[in-house]
């Protein structure tokens, strides 16, 4: 595609559910970043693919919260026994190589109820 | 680690003036900065990078400096117009690899 797709862009789900949040990257592109944004706040890092590997997954915020990119390219993030506080949009970036531009997806708005 | 502040209160500036963003940082300097803008509901589009080693950088009506000594970074829209108006992020790189992080942003409002 033209450029980092999310699906799905709205998610409502109910305290305790399981979410995945999905991103497809541009294509070709190495890294993979997932960052998290709460209202009026700059988005906060999640984790980092290079490749198929998580570089850095330190952002997560505990152990409910997984991301996976099996093949290098499209990336999952998963969240279990979801919490009123995970309500935020979910962005996904994607890059060609180092130190060089992140094209973002749109965001998944998620809201858990 | 590192602290990314970016000015605090939303800037309003008359068309036509100049409108200056404030980046500054704490801790190590990071080997590049990168300024994004952010429309409400939409993700960050990315606007310029600027490397450690450079002092300036400029594309059209943008121009970013970036000064190790003060750990700052400054942003510069000229001859602003309304549609200028978003919010404008920060981001910096983290030392021990290739994700950046975020300051809070700063809205800007350019009134007709």
């Known amino acids: 595609g033209a450029g980092v797709s999310q699906t799905p862009s709205n998610k409502v789900t109910e305290k305790g559910k399981y979410v995945e949040l999905r991103c497809d990257p541009i294509?070709?592109?190495?890294?993979l970043y997932w960052y998290r944004q709460s209202l009026g706040q700059g988005p906060e890092f999640l984790i980092y693919f290079q490749g198929t590997g998580a570089a850095d997954d330190s952002g997560l915020p505990n152990d409910r919260f997984f991301a996976v990119r099996p093949e290098g390219s499209v990336s999952t993030l998963k969240i279990q026994r979801t919490e009123r506080g995970d309500s935020a949009m979910y962005l996904c970036?994607?890059?060609?190589?180092?130190?060089?531009?992140?094209?973002f997806g749109q965001g998944t708005r998620l809201t858990v109820v | 680690s590192q602290k990314i502040e970016q000015n605090s209160e939303a800037l309003n500036i008359q068309e036509g003036k100049t409108a200056t963003l404030t980046c500054n940082y704490t801790n190590y300097s990071p080997a590049y900065l990168q300024w994004y803008r952010q429309d409400p509901g939409r993700g960050p589009v990315f606007l310029l990078l600027?490397?450690?080693?450079?002092k300036e950088k400029r594309k059209e009506r943008l121009k970013v400096t970036f000064d190790t000594t003060l750990k700052q970074s400054l942003f510069h829209i000229t001859a602003s117009q309304p549609a200028d108006s978003a919010t404008y992020l920060c981001a910096l790189e983290r030392n021990t690899g290739n994700q950046f992080y975020f300051g809070t942003g700063t809205s800007l409002t350019v009134i007709p």
């Open positions: 970036a994607s890059s060609l190589a180092e130190n060089t531009e992140a094209f």
């Open positions: 294509s070709g592109h190495t890294a």
């Open positions: 600027i490397r450690e080693n450079e």
